[in-house]
């Protein structure tokens, strides 16, 4: 028995504006319930901003709006992933076509808005290369589609995805090995930018270890604490507030401590959430798998959560090694 329009998921969201910035280059959305025909997508994207990259603004917007329509039918065609070499198919599309697909669509919406929007040029004034258009609105992009069954997510450039898993456990899956230099990052006005994505693959085999939280956030969070320790502490904190408080508390408190975060880093700051309903009932038609390993040790403790995270405060590590059946690929 499947079962359909089951909210399995609870979205929080928020973005503030850079100090001194004269507009949010930030964009985010997200849509869907995490059942198997409604899937829950997120995504944030965070446009360059100078002023090479003047409508980077709507760069990001773009980039967030054609990730969801793309994602959104990538997680629906999941629903059957159950059937003999279906989830081998998805990977497969999920790490070579779909980024293909996202970078055409993004270069075809922002080609067309440059279109309709050409700069007033002298008449003898040469026009512009594709490529040399797409700068203008260049942006990153870190997005994710859940389903009862699967947790695809891709990103380009920089920015943050941290997920809490079942066990308490913190990753960040698509950290690269090297950080970016200074404010140079990868980009999807990049020439063959989708071979720049990087993608992290993780079949859900069993509803009790699906990911607790799942966080997307762009790099005014993170750049406000003095080393990646303290992000990592913030996001724990912020699973042990929403465990203790629920979504309604949180939430409230969520503006608040991105302004404070976007204070140190001077960025604009962006952040998407997704916390699992312990209570959603199993939904029948799972992929096909071993048997998953035995069950992990009990949750680690969360940071204090008697007063909100803390830029610019360290912590613990908190890293751990994701399932053999996960792949995070570039």
């Not at 198919?89 to 055409?104: G, N, S």
């Not at 699992?276 to 048997?291: L, N, T």
Request: aromatic residues 6%; glycine residues 10%.
């Amino acid at each position: 028995m499947v079962t359909l329009g089951v909210r399995r998921w609870e979205t929080l969201r928020h973005s503030v504006q850079g100090v001194g910035k004269r507009q949010n280059q930030d964009w985010h959305d997200c849509q869907g319930s995490g059942s198997g025909t409604d899937p829950l997508v997120l995504a944030v994207a965070d446009g360059h901003g100078s002023a090479v990259h003047a409508r980077s603004a709507l760069g990001a917007r773009f980039a967030v709006d054609r990730f969801l329509v793309l994602a959104s039918a990538f997680g629906r065609a999941a629903h059957d992933c159950h059937e003999p070499g279906r989830l081998t198919r998805l990977m497969t599309y999920a790490r070579d076509d779909f980024p293909r697909a996202l970078v055409h669509e993004w270069r075809q919406e922002a080609l067309g808005h440059w279109d309709r929007n050409r700069p007033v040029v002298e008449e003898a004034a040469r026009e512009p290369r594709p490529e040399e258009k797409l700068v203008l609105y260049g942006t990153t992009l870190i997005g994710a589609v859940l389903t009862p069954w699967l947790f695809v997510a891709w990103q380009i450039g920089d920015g943050d995805l941290a997920v809490v898993e079942h066990d308490g456990t913190l990753t960040r899956p698509l950290a690269p090995a090297e950080e970016d230099l200074g404010d140079e990052t990868e980009s999807l006005c990049g020439r063959e930018a989708w071979r720049s994505m990087r993608m992290h693959w993780a079949p859900v085999f069993e509803q009790a270890r699906a990911p607790r939280l799942v966080v997307l956030s762009t790099d005014g969070l993170s750049k406000s604490f003095a080393s990646a320790d303290g992000y990592a502490e913030f996001v724990l904190g912020l699973a042990g507030r929403l465990a203790e408080e629920g979504g309604t508390g949180v939430r409230e408190s969520l503006p608040a401590w991105l302004a404070q975060a976007s204070r140190y880093s001077g960025d604009d700051t962006t952040l998407t959430a997704a916390v699992r309903h312990p209570e959603a009932p199993p939904e029948a038609s799972g992929p096909a798998a071993a048997p998953p390993p035995a069950e992990a040790s009990a949750p680690a403790p969360a940071a204090d959560t008697s007063a909100p995270p803390d830029p610019r405060t360290a912590a613990g590590p908190t890293g751990g090694d994701v399932d053999m059946e996960r792949k995070t690929e570039t």
